[in-house]
T-cell receptor
């Protein structure tokens, strides 16, 4: 149980384009979902927390207009990287919790490469 | 200074060895401590969760927390090749607060 999927697993795009990443909780309903980013040899860094039906809360230094998060249902959250640039190339990973403060179950991650 | 420091490795040990993985932290407000295991191209999975100083054992895994020294460890006994993965420590101030991760230590258990 407690499986979280992400799609796509890998994406390559041109600079200036937008990329959408999906995060789904497959066998449970997730009130809260989290989006992390990991650069090579660095820690997983929380970007934003989203609660179903409400606006995401972004961490300091994360541009909310660049990284659009939608958590429209209890099983799906999407992260859209708008006007992606090479410096946005990273490993994006989501996690989901049944409720805030409970165990986070992580997805397998999406590797984004912006050329 | 990073809030959580973790040696990235790689750490290579022979099968059957005892493995010691460690993290240090600077924020004394951290109260909850976790160890995650991440296989290649997979998401992290929770291995151990502790909130008090001392040891917690689960099978071949023992998590140790020393709040006075701001130091946590994960010990793996009788290590197996299937234990080869990246191990991440993570910490929280409160159960509803964000997770702060270490960089992860890559472990390779050889036959």
């Amino acid at each position: 149980g407690a499986v979280v999927s992400q799609h796509p697993s890998r994406v390559i795009c041109k600079s200036g384009t937008s990329v959408k990443i999906e995060c789904r909780s497959l066998d449970f309903q997730a009130t809260t979902m989290f989006w992390y980013r990991q650069f090579p040899k660095q820690s997983l860094m929380l970007m934003a927390t989203s609660n179903e039906g409400s606006k995401a809360t972004y961490e300091q230094g994360v541009e909310k207009d660049k990284f659009l998060i939608n958590h429209a249902s209890l099983t799906l959250s999407t992260l859209t990287v708008t006007s992606a640039h090479p410096e946005d190339s990273s490993f994006y990973i989501c996690s989901a919790s049944v409720r805030a403060g409970e165990t986070q179950y992580f997805g397998p991650g999406t590797r984004l490469l912006v050329l | 200074q990073k809030e959580v420091e973790q040696d990235p490795g790689p750490l290579s040990v022979p099968e059957g060895a005892i493995v010691s993985l460690n993290c240090t932290y600077s924020n004394s407000a951290f109260q909850y401590f976790m160890w995650y295991r991440q296989y290649s191209r997979k998401g992290p999975e929770l291995l151990m969760y502790t909130y008090s100083s001392g040891n917690k054992e689960d099978g071949r895994f023992t998590a140790q927390v020393d709040k006075s020294s701001k130091y946590i460890s994960l010990f793996i006994r009788d290590s197996q090749p299937s234990d080869s993965a990246t191990y991440l420590c993570a910490m929280q101030i409160g159960t509803a607060s964000k997770l702060t991760f270490g960089t992860g230590t890559r472990l390779q258990v050889t036959l």
